[in-house]
């Protein structure tokens, strides 16, 4: 049975798989991801890939953030959130540990929509735009005949930069406005902060929504942002589908059916596109990572 090592690495923690040609996770491991240098992220991904290897893997997928030379495996000038990633040459690094066996890199975001067209809500749709609502805001955009869309610099997809208000508030990217600073799990805790003064996790402003005034704002603003965002991408792309994913999709209950009241309002033409949550969330990073691996050998 062939099988390859997936491994999503995150700002936080590293997931890493073996995963069956099915899609299955055979194995699991997770661990805290350095924060202290390169090489002891580096470290850790050798040591997670060591603990996964076996008889039977043909090769090594990692999704890793930042802006990622797929074809090289190195991680260009934008390295997300991992210490000093910028410019790190991933698989040159660990072809010096694990020789004669294939390593691939791509972007995380797009693991995880390769993950949900492999296995999930993508399954049966040609072509979708998929939006990662997380700590960030990430995407993908793929189709049937072309996969997942890189970019002339591997930027493609880079969904969370666009402008969603002319002149808002900084990113970190340089621009001012972009959809990261608004749909993202921080965007909706600096728009509770804005009106309050008060620091709370995003999830908690989702709960407060059903009984407080300021709360509800700023989840009613989230719901009709994130609806005028789907109304641009419908038009840019015309895709089959949008699915959403990340952690913000946890407190779904609390505004999905707002999003597509708004949608309808919003959008020239909403009734071609189907909207549809992740079916993975904390997996899609390493299925995704191992699918790599099974279409690229
Ligand atoms: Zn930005």
């Given at each position: 049975?062939k099988?390859?090592?997936?491994?999503d690495?995150?700002?936080t923690?590293i997931?890493?798989?073996?995963?069956?040609e099915?899609?299955?996770?055979?194995?699991?491991?997770?661990r805290?991801?350095?924060?202290d240098?390169?090489?002891?992220?580096l470290?850790?991904?050798?040591q997670?890939?060591?603990?996964l290897?076996?008889e039977g893997v043909?090769?090594?997928?990692?999704?890793?953030p930042?802006?990622?030379?797929?074809?090289?495996?190195?991680?260009?000038?934008?390295g997300g959130n991992i210490?000093?990633?910028?410019?790190?040459?991933i698989?040159?690094?660990?072809?010096k540990t694990?020789k004669?066996?294939?390593?691939?890199?791509?972007?995380?975001?797009?693991?995880?929509?390769?993950?949900?067209?492999?296995?999930?809500?993508g399954?049966d749709?040609?072509n979708?735009?998929?939006?990662t609502?997380?700590?960030g805001?990430?995407?993908?955009?793929?189709?049937?005949k072309?996969?997942?869309?890189k970019?002339h610099?591997?930027?493609g997809?880079?969904?969370?930069?666009?402008i969603?208000?002319?002149?808002?508030r900084?990113?970190?990217?340089g621009q001012?406005?972009?959809?990261?600073?608004?749909l993202?799990?921080p965007?909706?805790?600096?728009?509770?902060?804005?009106?309050?003064?008060k620091?709370?996790?995003?999830?908690e402003?989702?709960?407060?929504s059903?009984?407080?005034e300021e709360a509800k704002?700023?989840v009613?603003r989230f719901?009709?942002?994130l609806?005028?965002?789907m109304?641009s991408?419908?038009?840019?792309?015309?895709p089959?589908?949008?699915i959403i994913?990340?952690?913000v999709?946890?407190?779904?209950?609390y505004w999905?059916?707002r999003v597509?009241d708004?949608?309808?309002?919003?959008?020239?033409?909403?009734d071609?596109l189907?909207?549809?949550?992740a079916?993975?969330?904390?997996?899609?990073?390493?299925?995704?990572?191992g699918?790599?691996v099974?279409?690229?050998i």
């Open positions: 049975m099988k390859a090592i997936g491994i690495l995150g700002g923690s997931y890493g798989g073996l995963i069956s099915e899609g299955k996770i055979l194995k699991r491991i997770e805290a991801t350095p924060k240098s390169k090489k002891s992220v470290e850790a991904l050798s997670t890939i060591e603990e290897m076996e043909v090769g090594i997928g990692i999704g890793s930042g802006c990622i030379d797929s074809d090289s495996g190195r991680v260009l000038e934008v210490v000093d990633w910028a410019n790190t040459d698989r040159g690094e660990l072809s694990f004669g066996i294939d390593i691939f890199v791509e972007n995380d975001a797009n693991v995880a929509g390769l993950c949900e067209k492999w296995l999930g809500a399954r749709l040609e979708f735009v998929m939006l609502l997380g700590t805001v990430g995407g993908a955009i793929y189709t049937d072309s996969g997942i869309l970019g610099n591997f930027n997809g880079e969904v969370g930069h666009a969603l208000y002319p002149r808002g900084q990113c970190n990217c001012k406005g972009c959809v990261d600073m608004y993202s799990g965007g909706i805790e600096m728009g509770y902060f804005e009106k309050t003064g620091q709370i996790r995003a999830k402003v989702f709960k407060k059903l009984k407080e704002e700023v009613e719901s009709r942002d609806a005028i965002y109304a991408i419908k038009n840019l792309f015309d089959q589908g949008i994913g990340g952690g999709i946890n407190s779904r209950e999905w059916d597509l708004y949608y309808k309002q919003e959008c020239n033409t909403p071609s189907s909207i549809v949550p079916s993975f969330l904390n997996d899609a990073g390493m299925i995704g990572a699918r790599v099974f279409l690229r």
